[in-house]
């Protein structure tokens, strides 16, 4: 009995190591998945975007109203 | 409340002193609309949000310290315009399908650009203090410390934070399993809610501007 338990236990830990192994071709760092730079590109690309011009005026109208 | 009220004198601006400001406000535009779009996830009112954020900031100039970080002194600036407007409902639901596809298809690069948009939904499933934390940390390349400073908490929180949100990502986007508009969800609003009273009564509030 305990050996046939035995041997569930470790096959379906076997089975687990597999699904839990995925195509790790490249060095990528557990701590560091895939989507990481994804977030570090969602931000760049905004940031990257030229600035819409209702924000030129907007900062162009803060001196003006500095002049007062 | 009336603790709050205790004034510094605030030492007189140069002229140049205000170029500086101005120069500075400016360069720091695009990384606003970035956190902001990450914060409210449609680009519209992530720029809405913005514009109040400067004009905040503008009003507010003689309360920065020349020599420290525009950046992180504008981010609380604009974290605090979220939470208001987020408490006055102004983003419920707001995540747009069409909008999102839009932004995320154009940009930055070789790779498959499809998991960008996942990446994005699941962003904004997130609960928002965890996805300032992470956007903060993981996306605006600020430190534990500071962004702890942004958000007016501990470094281990903002830890703690990153870790939740990393987690939750992780998990959703491996399992391919991303909730449907969680904005939409009454049970999660009200969860969302409970969390920004909770950040409101922390002093997260309290650094930039009042």
Known sequence: ?68 | MSKDKKKRELPKRSAADKRAFKRELTEVVPHLRAFARGLCGRPDMADDLVQEALLKAWAAQDRFEPGTSMRAWTFVILRNAYLTDMRRNRFRGEYDEGVAERILTAPAGQEEPLHLSDLHRALLTLPPERREALLLVGAGGFSYEEAANICGCAVGTIKSRVGRARAALSSMLEDGDIPDRALDDPAAHRAILEELDEVAAGRGEAAATK
């Open chain 1, 1 to 68: 009995m305990a050996t046939g338990n035995t041997e569930f236990m470790s096959s379906s830990r076997d089975e687990k190591n597999k699904a839990a192994k995925p195509q790790d071709g490249s060095g990528c760092k557990p701590q560091d998945p895939e989507w990481a730079s994804g977030l570090k590109k969602l931000y760049d690309s905004v940031v990257d975007e030229p600035l819409p011009d209702s924000f030129k005026d907007l900062l162009s109208k803060l001196d003006e109203d500095e002049g007062k």
